[in-house]
């Protein structure tokens, strides 16, 4: 398994404690945790080229693919796994021609990465967060990924992909939807709190569940579609759980929080039974899929693939369980206004 860390390209390492792959190599897998260049170095267009970062991360699998059989590896078994802008990097490699045959599964945490299309070099720059993504730069990457993925011509290989429930943390406390997606009008933020059915405290509570299936849970749901349509194994999942010793502090699971689980590495404070059984669920599902492609494991029982005539998504919450896809509504409506109109076919509601 190939960790890609999060940070928004900008920040982060693979030496922070939370990647700790002591508990992978207990269960007999290969943990290769990468570094690659950030920021600038890594994501800023340079001399007709651009992509460092994710070349770096190509390389990464390149040297994986010719050395790991001296660690115990298997060269022709291995999972991309990344979260946040790792994960939205996974997707990216999964379209990336130079990236094709260095993996053979991925897992995406957290890496919808929203709709809008990426830039072309010349147009390349941080976002106003300082996060950096990639370029369309016509070595790397060809087309948009999510125009490959709409194509077919994405990577065909097994995908678990989903989203926690409060993603909406990455925004600040006195966050508004007024202005979060400009696409989005004022109806249709009175729409969506129908939707919900919150009747939300506040406007920054609907803001947060706007930005959370805005930009990721609407395109991690319709990326599983599109890997499933094109004939490849796709689980869709919601983490849910709020670790017992943060409950009663937390709305719902901040984005980031189900790292600890999938690395089986909880900080040393007293556990409860049902925060055992979440980090077994999240940690055997991941190496069951890394092993098999297929996400089985006593805790999270009966993980259907994604299914177009019925679709249902694994909940991470303190019993796991397969369940139908939550908020269909929300994601339908909030894809329709901020995708572009060649990634789907369908009618919109009106505006």
Known sequence: MVWIHGGGNQD?????????????????????????????MG??????????????QVAALGWVRDNIAAFGGDPGNVTLFGESAGGEDTLVLMTAVPARGLFQKAIVESGGGGWGPPPASRQAAADPDGDWSVVVDGHLLQEAPLSAFAAGRAAHIPLIIGTNSEEGSLLSLDAHTEGLF?????????????????????DATLARLEFRDGYFASVARWVAAKVAAAGSPAYLYRFEYVLSALQGRRSGAFHGSEIPFVFDNLPPIRKEVDDDRVEHALHDCWVAFARTGKPVCPDAPDWPVLSGSDPKWMVFDAHPSARPVAGTAALDLLQCRLADPSLFAGACPAK
């Open 12 to 40: 982060g390492s693979s030496a922070d404690s939370y990647y700790d792959g002591t508990a992978f190599a207990r269960d007999d897998v290969v943990l290769v945790s990468v570094n690659y260049r950030l920021g600038p």
């Open 43 to 56: 994501f800023q267009p340079h001399d007709g080229e651009a992509n460092f970062g994710l070349w770096d």
């Open 182 to 202: 400009p696409k989005v009008s004022k109806d249709d933020v009175a729409h969506l709190a129908q939707i919900y059915g919150s009747n939300p405290v506040d």
